[in-house]
């Protein structure tokens, strides 16, 4: 969807369940999850439920209907040039993220890609000494690494340009 699409009172889905758009804002906008029977939990403004905000990247990825969604998701499956995560590999990268709070989940939105053209994806931080590190799933490789935090956010945000110039092998590995 884009930004224009929503206005108060919108109910759309996204990868986690169905919302109610409660604000409009000029980049964001902000909605309630609606995961209750009872009609209550949803009255408002002020709302009994938290507001999450939805930005760029979340509003692309929220749909109308499901079968909206489903096409997106088979559109994606056949266009992107990622080559996905092995079940063994989310369990570990689960575990791993449960066992350290990471007090900045944003740094763990996005993949980014190295100078060498790898793409890592981050999945979990932890505190090493004074600073932080950011544990990394190299999908191309199906290996693990650790980044220093202020490294990591240092990389420019992959795009799906850099997905498929690494999976065709054309940057400098």
């Not at 902000?30 to 949803?42: C, F, G, M, T, V």
């Not at 760029?56 to 992107?80: G, K, N, P, Y």
Request: net charge negative; glycine share 6%.
């Amino acid at each position: 969807m884009k930004h224009t699409d929503f206005h108060i009172g919108l109910t759309f889905m996204d990868c986690t369940g169905w919302w109610r758009c409660t604000d409009v804002g000029t980049r964001t906008i902000l909605a309630i999850r609606l995961d209750h029977d009872d009609p209550h939990w949803y009255e408002g403004p002020p709302y009994i439920l938290k507001e999450e905000v939805f930005d760029e990247e979340d509003i692309a990825r929220c749909h109308l209907a499901v079968e909206e969604s489903i096409r997106a998701a088979v559109h994606a499956a056949h266009t992107s040039a990622h080559p996905g995560f092995p079940h063994e590999v989310v369990i570990r990268m689960m575990d791993i993220r449960h066992a350290h709070p990471y007090p900045h989940e944003g740094v763990l939105r996005f993949d980014r890609k190295r100078p060498d053209g790898e793409v890592p994806h981050p999945f979990a931080g932890r505190k090493e000494a004074d600073s932080w590190v950011v544990e990394l799933y190299l999908p191309f490789q199906g290996t693990y690494e650790t980044m220093a935090e202020r490294d990591f956010i240092s990389l420019p945000r992959a795009t799906p340009d850099d997905l498929r110039g690494r999976a065709s092998g054309s940057v400098g590995m």
